[in-house]
Nanobody
Framework: QVQLVESGGGLVQAGGSLRLSCAAS????????MGWFRQAPGKEREFVAA????????YYADSVKGRFTISRDNAKNTVYLQMNNLKPEDTAVYYC?????????????????WGQGTQVTVSS
């Protein structure tokens, strides 16, 4: 069992940066792939980024490539999402999720554990 708690969301102007954190409980965190997803009002939840257990392999949605960076610190049971050059279309609730299968890809169904989400609002 893994419990996830996101933090770091907020209001930022376009072009600004935010760093999201996701703290995980559970001894098996380091074995799981981790992902970040987002959901804007009236839209489906969409994949943002994912990282394998070792941190050596990452995967990004085309919409955030070159602007967002996912990383993890297994010693701290924490995964991060550094978001730079934010755009108004990045506004959404951001969720972290854990994939016990270690796949680190975009399929929502592969992620068994989810956090409660943190709001990111980017003003123009």
């Amino acid at each position: 069992q893994v419990q996830l708690v996101e933090s770091g969301g907020g209001l930022v102007q376009a072009g600004g940066s935010l760093r999201l954190s996701c703290a995980a409980s559970g001894r098996t965190f380091s074995r799981y792939a981790m992902g970040w997803f987002r959901q804007a009002p009236g839209k489906e939840r969409e994949f943002v980024a994912a990282i394998r257990w070792s941190g050596g392999s990452t995967y990004y949605a085309d919409s955030v490539k070159g602007r967002f960076t996912i990383s993890r610190d297994n010693a701290k049971n924490t995964v991060y999402l550094q978001m730079n050059n934010l755009k108004p279309e990045d506004t959404a609730v951001y969720y972290c999720a854990a994939d016990p299968g270690g796949r680190a890809r975009e399929r929502v169904a592969w992620y068994d554990y989810w956090g409660q989400g943190t709001q990111v609002t980017v003003s123009s």
